[in-house]
């Protein structure tokens, strides 16, 4: 069975980075291209960016440009997404997901998601 | 950015009736439109991509139609477990880049 598994709950303090992982575990990471998307509590989806694990190639949306680094280890099967510079509003529930087998998009497979808290 | 704007924000529908919801973007994308449903406590789950093509495993009764910049998610015959947040989301294979709509309410009544 193909997903995606991601680590666990994070708290982090105003102005620190965080780091998530997203393991790919049934298939090979670097055959499909993954994304980021953030969801606050309550709201709607937000999209991160995207990397493509085979050449680590990245892209961010506008408003993540400069804050978000996306990284991959392919020995361990492993993505990575940091963000930094945290305000209270980046507190939000993290996934990975994962493209199609020669595009972005859509997502077929999710990971379970990681709730990121910001807070002094 | 494209902006994605979807209606009604709540929608109430009798079990077995049909559901419709839209979704409009701030212009054309094509077909590049993908809905997804999501459940309290889960990840989405994606229903259909290319704005009419179902996903596997995802029931006949959930279709969808659109081009450009005007979408329509229908749910043909409205069950319990179709109680959800729907999504839509337009994007652009290269380079990439999406927006998501602020999502529809599906309750039944």
């Known amino acids: 069975q193909e997903q995606l598994l991601q680590s666990g709950a994070e708290v982090k303090k105003p102005g620190a980075s965080v780091k998530v992982s997203c393991k790919a575990s049934?298939?090979?990471?670097?055959?499909?291209?993954l994304s980021w998307l953030r969801q606050a509590p309550g709201q709607g989806l937000e999209w991160v960016g995207w990397m493509n694990p085979d050449s680590g190639y990245a892209g961010f949306a506008p408003s993540f440009q400069g804050r978000v680094t996306l990284t991959r280890n392919s020995s361990i099967n492993t993505a990575y997404m940091e963000l930094s510079g945290l305000r209270s509003d980046d507190t939000a529930v993290y996934y990975c997901?994962?493209?199609?087998?020669?595009?972005?998009?859509?997502?077929?497979?999710w990971g379970q998601g990681t709730l990121v808290t910001v807070s002094s | 950015e494209i902006e994605m704007t979807q209606f009604p924000a709540t929608l109430s529908v009798s079990p077995g009736e049909r559901a419709t919801l839209s979704c409009r973007a701030s212009?054309?994308?094509?077909?590049?439109l993908a809905w997804y449903q999501q459940k309290p406590g889960q990840a989405p789950r994606l229903l259909i991509s290319?704005?009419?093509t179902r996903a596997s495993g995802v029931p006949a009764r959930f279709s969808g139609s659109g081009s450009g910049t005007e979408f329509t998610l229908t749910i043909s015959s409205l069950q319990s477990e179709d109680s959800a947040v729907y999504y839509c989301q337009q994007y652009n294979n290269w380079p990439p880049r999406s927006t998501f709509g602020g999502g529809t309410r599906v309750e039944i009544k």
């Open positions: 997901a994962r493209g199609q087998l020669t595009t972005v998009f859509p997502y077929d497979t």
């Open positions: 290319r704005a009419s």
């Open positions: 212009q054309s994308v094509d077909v590049n």
């Open positions: 049934g298939y090979t990471l670097t055959r499909y291209d």
